[in-house]
């Protein structure tokens, strides 16, 4: 059960990372951007499916998120055929920064609060989430109890979902400056 734990947490801090990684934006390759979406998608897919005993639903997401870059690809392929990617001093500065950042956060937010206490917390909710799995019956169960229970991975898709809505459009903007109606 500890495994799990140091998993999620290991998973937790890749995701922060990923979400900080295209800070600048007008000087970062479409590619690089498909890349950081493509991994954050795989990461939730397998955090859903560490916490889920049916795995049809991380499996279904990751599917139509591959099928997703698929099409963004080709679309992106036709504007950004001949760039290459270039990464600038000033980029690897803002990454390397982010990182130190993210790992000082991580770390004093691990001694400040009770290690313990954090390896219990997360203990619990893995073992109410398993017992919750084996436990599902929804004609005896009221539905907010299922929200409940689901309430940070919806968040997390929430906070996927806005990613990914900025980074697409960002990515569109930048390769062509119209008015998205033009590009049509």
Same mark, same amino acid.
């Given at each position: 059960?500890?495994?799990?734990?140091y998993?999620?947490?290991?998973m937790?801090?890749?995701?922060t990372?990923?979400?900080? =990684?295209?800070?600048?934006?007008? /000087? &970062?390759?479409?590619?690089?951007m498909?890349? #950081?979406? @493509? !991994? %954050?998608? *795989? =990461?939730?897919?397998?955090?859903? /499916? &560490?916490?889920?005993?049916?795995?049809?639903? #991380?499996? @279904? !997401? %990751?599917? *139509?998120?591959?099928?997703g870059?698929l099409?963004?690809?080709?679309?992106?392929?036709s504007?950004?055929?001949?760039?290459?990617? *270039?990464?600038?001093?000033?980029?690897?500065?803002?990454?390397?920064?982010?990182?130190?950042?993210?790992?000082?956060?991580?770390?004093?937010?691990?001694?400040?609060?009770?290690f313990?206490?954090?390896?219990l917390?997360?203990?619990?909710?893995?073992?109410e989430?398993?017992?919750?799995?084996?436990?599902?019956?929804?004609?005896?169960?009221?539905?907010?109890?299922?929200?409940?229970?689901?309430?940070?991975?919806?968040?997390?898709?929430?906070?996927?979902l806005?990613?990914?809505?900025?980074?697409?459009?960002?990515?569109?903007?930048?390769?062509?400056?119209?008015?998205?109606?033009?590009?049509?």
């Amino acid at each position: 059960m500890k495994i799990f734990i140091y998993i999620n947490v290991i998973m937790m801090f890749i995701m922060t990372m990923i979400l900080f =990684l295209p800070l600048s934006l007008k /000087n &970062i390759h479409p590619l690089v951007m498909g890349w #950081s979406l @493509l !991994m %954050y998608s *795989i =990461l939730i897919s397998l955090n859903m /499916n &560490i916490f889920n005993i049916n795995n049809l639903y #991380s499996f @279904l !997401m %990751y599917l *139509i998120m591959i099928g997703g870059f698929l099409i963004l690809f080709l679309y992106f392929n036709s504007f950004a055929i001949n760039n290459k990617i *270039i990464i600038k001093i000033d980029w690897i500065k803002m990454f390397m920064f982010n990182t130190f950042f993210i790992v000082i956060m991580m770390t004093l937010f691990i001694y400040n609060i009770n290690f313990f206490n954090v390896i219990l917390f997360c203990i619990n909710k893995l073992y109410e989430s398993i017992s919750f799995n084996y436990s599902l019956n929804l004609s005896k169960m009221k539905m907010y109890l299922l929200y409940i229970k689901l309430f940070y991975l919806t968040l997390f898709m929430l906070f996927y979902l806005l990613y990914t809505l900025l980074i697409i459009t960002k990515m569109i903007y930048f390769n062509n400056p119209k008015s998205l109606r033009q590009l049509i």
